[in-house]
T-cell receptor
């Protein structure tokens, strides 16, 4: 199957700093990628749809100025958590679909804000 | 928007027994329904999926059924094994966007 790679797998940052997470489709082109957040013992919640060459589409309740998404190429989307706070600590995971609609997930990024 | 409900939240079965997890969705435009198994700290792993033009699909010990009229779909695992213990999520997809159910923690006791 297709491969989606996410980096870093874990990161610890100080409160008030920004963190960038990368999501790459390694063997296919993805005009659309998706970003999810998962708190402990909860489900994956869709945050936004990343669109190559245009603005991301954010789900209701997700602050677009806090979670900056850039999709500058057909194989790379980035999520930047700006001015991170402890409540932003979570598991962030991206996905991209191949032509058959199946979603392929990155490994996920465990963000801890101290 | 789409809303997916999943039951039960926890399920304990004896090894060899069957396990059934049920989901309902709200958006009739949803056309793709995958099921994922997720282990702690890992990415979701697709175990089976079904599209809206199919009523049932089976893969060895795992089967999924879909009732489009009632907007519900179910995961059936037969002959459960301890290694089936994990958290399972259903999802519904509209325009490639996945909306996940709340998850079911399955425990299979030897």
């Amino acid at each position: 199957g297709a491969v989606v790679s996410q980096h870093p797998s874990w990161v610890i940052c100080k409160s008030g700093t920004s963190v960038k997470i990368e999501c790459r489709s390694l063997d296919f082109q993805a005009t659309t990628m998706f970003w999810y957040r998962q708190f402990p013992k909860q489900s994956l919640m869709l945050m936004a749809t990343s669109n190559e060459g245009s603005k991301a589409t954010y789900e209701q309740g997700v602050e677009k100025d806090k979670f900056l998404i850039n999709h500058a190429s057909l194989t790379l989307s980035t999520l930047t958590v700006t001015s991170a706070h402890p409540e932003d600590s979570s598991f962030y995971i991206c996905s991209a679909n191949d032509r058959d609609t199946e979603a392929f997930f990155g490994q996920g990024t465990r963000l801890t804000v101290v | 928007g789409e809303n997916v409900e999943q039951h039960p939240s926890t399920l304990s079965v004896q090894e060899g027994d069957s396990a059934v997890i049920k989901c309902t969705y709200s958006d009739s435009a949803s056309n793709y329904f995958p099921w994922y198994k997720q282990e702690l700290g890992k990415r979701p792993q697709l175990i089976i999926d079904i599209r809206s033009n199919v009523g049932e699909k089976k893969d060895q010990r795992i089967a999924v059924t879909l009732n489009k009229t009632a907007k519900h779909f179910s995961l059936h695992i037969t002959e459960t094994q301890p290694e089936d213990s994990a958290v399972y999520f259903c999802a519904a997809s509209v325009e490639d966007k996945l909306i996940f159910g709340t998850g079911t923690r399955l425990q299979v006791f030897p």
